[in-house]
């Protein structure tokens, strides 16, 4: 079946330091993609979306990048912080009615001091 | 105010009792969801209601029931819990039926069954 991964479980980084979190996702036919952060004891929280035809979309402190040619997903975190420390998820969806969205395994960001 | 609000945060019951779950959003969405994550963090939907209507059902066990008494509430019913059933219960919800639509998650409700 379709579905979307990550490819480390956990990341640590050095305060200050850039981060990349990276997916690959299987399913060509999806065309919306979303990164999620959850904190310990929370819901997963929206951090940006990118659609199929982007290939790269800037937020505050965060970059998502799409590369649909190998089926990748990255976000980047500039100037990483300790309150991004979290789970992550890159998640994916097809646009259209009664579409869902399938959630890859969470990695966890350890921000070190 | 909290947009997507369940209760209660916390529940430990005992195998074989039946439990609900609420879940209320303030958002005018007309799609509200379930999801279960479990002890690895892995998100897994399990039902969606579009305006009280169900539209997506995950083979999920008949133990559970969902209840959309209007569209700004989604409750889950469970019937007989099991050991298995422990886990965080989301509540979450978009502005419609079509993927492309932010999904807004409630804190999560961790079920304990013992």
């Known amino acids: 079946g379709e579905s979307v991964g990550l490819h480390l479980p956990t990341l640590s980084v050095q305060e200050g330091d850039n981060s990349i979190i990276n997916c690959a996702y299987s399913n060509s036919a999806s065309d919306y993609f979303i990164w999620y952060k959850q904190e310990s004891g929370k819901g997963p929280q929206f951090i940006i979306d990118?659609?199929?035809?982007?290939d790269k979309r800037q937020g505050q402190r965060v970059t998502v990048l799409l590369n649909k040619t190998v089926k990748h997903l990255s976000l980047q975190i500039a100037a990483t912080q300790p309150g991004d420390s979290a789970v992550y998820f890159c998640a994916e969806g097809v646009t259209g009615a009664n579409s869902k969205l399938t959630f890859g395994k969470g990695i966890t960001l350890s921000v070190r001091p | 105010d909290t947009a997507v609000s369940q209760t209660p945060k916390y529940l430990v019951t005992q195998m074989g009792n039946d439990k609900s779950i609420k879940c209320e959003q303030n958002?005018?969405?007309?799609?509200m969801y379930w999801y279960k994550q479990d002890s690895k963090k892995f998100l897994k939907i399990m039902f969606s209601y579009n305006n009280k209507e169900l539209i997506i059902n995950e083979t999920v066990p008949n133990r559970f029931s969902p209840k959309s008494p209007d569209k700004a509430h989604l409750n889950l019913h469970i019937n007989s819990l099991e050991l298995g059933d422990s886990a965080v219960y989301f509540c979450?919800?978009?502005?419609?039926?079509?993927?492309?639509?932010?999904?807004?998650f409630g804190e999560g409700s961790w079920l304990t069954v013992v």
């Open positions: 990118i659609r199929s035809n982007m």
């Open positions: 958002l005018g969405h007309d799609t």
């Open positions: 979450a919800s978009s502005q419609d039926r079509n993927s492309g639509n932010t999904i807004y």
